[in-house]
């Protein structure tokens, strides 16, 4: 009897043993892009390398272009410092599997790309798992961007590196604008904006719209942000309470509800990948966005070359500010990392080098924080897309962009502000009582933290 | 006359519903066959076109499918087994024996099936995380065995075996392993063939759970790795994302095909006697 | 397939049990449940039993970074103030008492057709009918957010050329809801008519011609002797839609992520975004034991029904 359980033990541990060994050793391709340790020499040159030569192996997540920017970035990294080897996840800006790799304190990546809104809130909800990047950004402080900064210091220690922040612009199909006969430059105010918007929605006999975003609010609520933004609008009052609905708010939501009222906007349910999609089939005329989206556009929408201009953004009112932020992120490194000098080492080449950053421009379109790179030539090539240079065109619509704080638990405030577009846009709930219901949820939500 | 009408009306009405039962099914096998711009085309065409292979290819760059592959046939297939075994046991030993306390045992048990499963989620999670288990295929394999429902199932199954029999075998000194697995289980191929059908199908999709416990894009299985590909954030290809699900479908429609007969036999035979 | 036949060979191939066999008979039978019972039960006891009983602890609890701390009865009094969690539970109640009706009158109807001795293809129809509820959650879900997209998807398409408007699947709460509902039947009708055929085939052909001999049209066949004996079939079909629907997560999670403005947040979703998007586990326990609550209540009113008739 004894016997046979013993046996039976074995044959369910060889069992376990095959079932992992067998998952562990599957498949070859995909998820993540470009690995293969650099040069010849892996391993070995860490005994033999003198304290400043780098060596081992990091893994670095980021999202979208931001990632293919991250990949080109590691494979110039690697040839300069053989030995060593970063490979780049592709994950999604939701973060989905990052919470719970969190949580569960498994498989961090040791480096992170995170919301810049967000890196308070992950900072709160888990104290102990960002590295201290002070020694790496203090020597270099005043060459970032003084907002970019703010959002990633706590208690004047810095723990990320600012990456891009995200101008805003207006974004626009040249082609249908000229066969609407509207001209982007008369375009001065939102009233401008919604009168081009009926005649090009009128020229084509419906088809195209002058704008899309998520009625619904739970995919995104990216157009209220910007605009909100615009306006100088905060999300909390001077004693640090949530307030969703300031002048501001409502101001921006009371224009949105126009827009849509007027019949230009379009609605992209599944905002990321419907906006993608209606591009594609010329359903929308403009995308007021932050720059970070060109390089979505000239890799999504690859065969609308030539067809795309960017213009600043209509005024709420006449000589009224025309930019605004919406985005950006930053890099964070895990505290659980095993090789934190490679992990910091890359961080700034990627984000503090002029290489670096002509590759975060040309491939990803992200726009850095890092001030000497916009002395860089890349800045001020055109671009074959648009037709202009994209770091010059966006420099000059980031001259006077208005701080904003996104306080400790954005996550929770930005989810109660999702619920209160879409009780707006889809359920007709009047704005203000929205808002105010709006608010009272946040709060809560952030005491119960 | 009145019965040729009838039989028209079944008939029309049956085609109907096929057809919007094999529609969705038709449609992913032709979508992907088409390029993300030609599914985003407003004047869709129900034409295959010759993009399958590019779009398996930018699948593979993407996403590591194969992994993906292997480790849902492995947890399905290690699932169903265990399930087979385990709850076959469990419902035989509640069905055939009486010891003290056997109802209340099989009650108490019985109560679980009606707590949802989303109680144990984060304490599972908890669980698993102080196991290092996230990201282990055990992790999706065990916690779904514990469901009380294959027992439930096997031990309605099981009480309809004729004592006799055992009886029988007994007294011919079979030894009670013996008679479960020689005498009693091969008479019981259509309860077996259903709740082997029901825990393949549903391992197969399962989605939830995974997504809270795997997180490496090499450990996730076949639908949790498609739901990573439509999150936002990504450059959405559904071409790719369509080729995709056709590979989770395949094998599942592949092993139904062969063996539909026996499905549907099993689900009508075995499946629920009230 | 004779799975049972070979699972049963191989089994004894493996694991002989041979000086088990040698032991006395009464100590055998007395020994029994515990070989049977036993391997179920410790994986029960881990994985069941025990986050179970943690999960209830949790309930009254903050977990943060590995620590939890005592807060008494914070979390629930937090949900009793939610409306989001009304919401939630609202959500669910009305796909509930929407959807399962609809599928089961569905599927008692196509049972009926599929058990029709007029037709021939039984075998084929019987076969295409299962089809949907082979398909994994994921993929049926991704291919329904395509098919009613808002902007030119295939159902807006079919039904401007019907001559009907194109519907806002996506921005519209109620819309939304009708497609969460159109695809949970579509893919569950088919597997609960075959559950249906099952119970048809057991009632015994004389009751009806029992009847057929007073004179019963075909209507009143159905209701008198097809429901009634059908009876614990339905139930069983209705309990497990019930339950099913209770869960709901996929659906709601991959097509509307639960919008617009949360109107088809299922509670399920709700108690997951809790847990594993705002980390707030002490929350979506206390959540969770209410939702088991409520099941506890359904199934005892159930089996008041039950009992009565």
């Known amino acids: 009897m004894l016997k046979n359980l013993k046996k039976l033990g074995c044959t369910v541990l060889a069992a376990a043993m095959l079932m992992t060994a067998m998952a562990g050793c599957s498949g070859s391709s995909g998820g993540e892009t470009s690995s293969a340790a650099s040069g010849e020499s892996t391993g070995e040159s860490s005994a033999a390398s003198s304290e400043a030569k780098l060596s081992g192996s990091i893994t670095v997540a980021g999202w979208n272009d931001a990632a293919d920017a991250l990949s080109e970035e590691a494979k110039a990294f690697m040839k300069e410092n053989p030995g060593t080897t970063v490979t780049v996840q592709k994950v999604d800006s939701n973060y989905t599997k990052l919470y719970s790799q969190l949580a569960a304190n498994t498989d961090v ?127 909390y009052d001077e004693s640090g309470k949530v307030k969703l609905d300031s002048d501001e708010m409502v101001k921006a939501m009371e224009l949105l509800k126009k827009m849509k009222d007027a019949g230009i906007t379009i609605n992209l349910a599944n905002e990321w990948d419907d906006r993608i999609k209606a591009t594609e089939n010329d359903q929308v005329a403009t995308i007021p966005y932050a720059v970070w989206y060109a390089g979505t556009l000239q890799s999504s929408n690859a065969d609308q070359k030539g067809k795309w201009g960017i213009a600043t953004l209509p005024a709420f009112e006449d000589g009224g500010s025309t930019q605004a932020n919406l985005g950006g992120s930053v890099l964070a490194v895990s505290s659980e990392t095993q090789n934190a000098d490679l992990a910091k080492a890359f961080v700034k080449f990627s984000l503090m080098t002029s290489e670096g950053n002509k590759i975060n421009l040309d491939t990803g379109k992200l726009f850095t924080s890092y001030k000497p790179s916009y002395d860089d030539d890349e800045y001020k090539t055109t671009d074959e897309y648009f037709g202009v240079s994209v770091g010059t065109t966006f420099s000059k619509l980031s001259s006077d962009i208005k701080e904003v704080s996104f306080g400790p638990y954005f996550t929770d405030v930005n989810n109660a502000l999702k619920t209160a577009v879409g009780n707006i846009f889809t359920q007709d709930k009047d704005i203000k009582t929205a808002l105010s219901d709006a608010t009272s949820t946040a709060q809560k939500a952030v005491d119960n933290e | 006359m009145k019965r040729t009408g009838t039989k028209i009306v079944i008939y029309i009405i049956l085609i109907i519903v096929s057809l919007i039962s094999l529609f969705p099914f038709v449609w992913t096998f032709i979508a992907a066959t088409h390029s993300n711009a030609q599914i985003f085309n407003l004047d869709y065409t129900f034409i295959p076109t010759n993009y399958f292979t590019q779009n398996l290819r930018q699948l593979r760059e993407s996403v590591p499918i194969g992994s993906n592959l292997l480790n849902s046939v492995l947890i399905t297939a290690v699932f169903t087994a265990l399930t087979l075994v385990l709850d076959s046991m469990a419902g035989y030993g509640f069905a055939k024996y009486k010891f003290k306390g056997n109802k209340t045992l099989f009650f108490v048990c019985l109560i679980t099936m009606m707590i949802p499963p989303q109680v144990t989620m984060v304490p599972l999670y908890i669980q698993m995380t102080k196991m290092k288990w996230v990201n282990s295929p055990w992790a999706i394999i065990l916690p779904s065995l514990a469901s009380m429902f294959g027992v439930f199932l096997m031990r309605q199954s099981f009480e309809q075996f004729p004592n006799d029999l055992i009886d029988s075998a007994r007294i011919d000194g079979a030894g009670e392993v013996r008679t479960f697995f020689r005498i009693v289980v091969p008479t019981m191929k259509p309860a077996f063939a259903s709740l082997g059908i029901l825990a393949f199908v549903q391992q197969w999709g399962n989605y939830m759970w995974p997504l809270i416990v795997l997180n490496k894009p090499k450990s996730y299985t076949l639908p949790l790795s498609l739901a990573m590909l439509v999150a936002p954030g990504n450059v959405i290809n559904y071409g790719a994302i369509m080729v995709g699900a056709v590979i989770t479908l395949l094998p599942v429609l592949i092993f139904f095909l062969i063996f539909q007969k026996n499905f549907i036999r099993g689900m009508l035979s075995g499946a629920v006697k009230g | ?298 199934t005892l009113l159930q089996f008041r029904i039950t009992k009565e008739e």
Not at chain 1, 144 to 170: E, H, I, M, Q, R
Not at chain 3, 174 to 198: D, V
Request: glycine share 8%.
């Open chain 1, 109 to 235: 990546p040791d480096v992170v790309q995170l919301q810049n809104r967000d890196l308070l809130s992950f900072k709160n909800k888990y104290p102990d798992a960002w590295m201290d990047l002070t020694d790496l950004v203090e020597p270099e402080k005043d060459n970032f961007d003084s907002f970019a900064l703010s959002l990633v210091t706590v208690d004047d220690k810095y723990y990320a590196v600012p990456w891009d922040v995200g101008p805003c612009a207006l974004y626009y199909r040249k082609d249908i604008f000229e066969k609407a006969g509207v001209d982007v430059s008369s375009i001065k105010t939102y009233d401008d904006y919604i009168e081009a918007g009926k005649k090009i929605v009128k020229a084509t006999g419906g088809k195209t719209k002058m704008l899309g975003f998520d009625y619904g609010g739970s995919s995104s609520d990216d157009t209220t942000m910007m605009l909100l933004n615009q306006l100088g609008g905060q999300y």
């Open chain 3, 1 to 298: 397939m004779y799975i049972s036949a070979v699972y049963g060979t191989v089994f004894m191939r493996i694991f002989p049990f041979r000086r088990w066999q040698r032991l006395k008979y009464k100590t055998q039978k007395r020994l029994a449940p515990i070989i049977f019972i036993g391997p179920f039960l410790i994986n029960f006891l881990i994985f069941m039993v025990y986050p179970i009983l943690y999960s209830f602890v949790l309930s009254f609890c903050k977990y943060r970074g590995g620590h939890t701390t005592f807060v008494n009865i914070k979390n629930y009094a937090y949900l009793f103030t939610e409306p989001t969690f009304y919401q939630s539970l609202f959500n669910t109640l009305i796909i509930f008492i929407i959807q399962v009706p609809i599928m089961t009158i569905l599927a008692l109807i196509l049972g009926n057709l599929l058990n029709s001795a007029l037709i021939k293809l039984k075998g084929f129809f019987r076969m295409v009918t299962f089809m949907p509820v082979l398909i994994d959650s994921v993929s049926y879900t991704i291919v329904f957010s395509l098919l009613f997209s808002e902007n030119g998807g295939f159902i807006n398409n079919v039904l401007q050329m019907c001559g009907g408007s194109a519907q806002k699947w996506f921005s519209s709460g109620p819309f939304a809801m009708a497609m969460i509902i159109i695809a949970l039947t579509w893919r569950w009708t088919g597997y609960n008519s075959i559950i249906m055929l099952s119970g048809l085939q057991n009632i015994p052909e004389e009751l009806y011609e029992a009847a057929s001999i007073d004179g019963a049209n075909a209507f009143v066949k159905f209701w008198k002797i097809t429901i009634p004996q059908l009876k614990p079939v339905i139930i069983f079909s209705v309990f497990n839609s019930i339950n099913g629907t209770l869960q709901l997560f996929t659906e709601p999670q991959l097509l509307t992520s639960g919008g617009p403005a949360n109107s088809t947040l299922t509670v399920v979703l709700y108690l997951y975004k809790m847990g594993f998007k705002n980390f707030n586990f002490g929350v979506a326990s206390a959540g969770s034991y209410i939702l088991a609550i409520i099941v506890a209540l359904i």
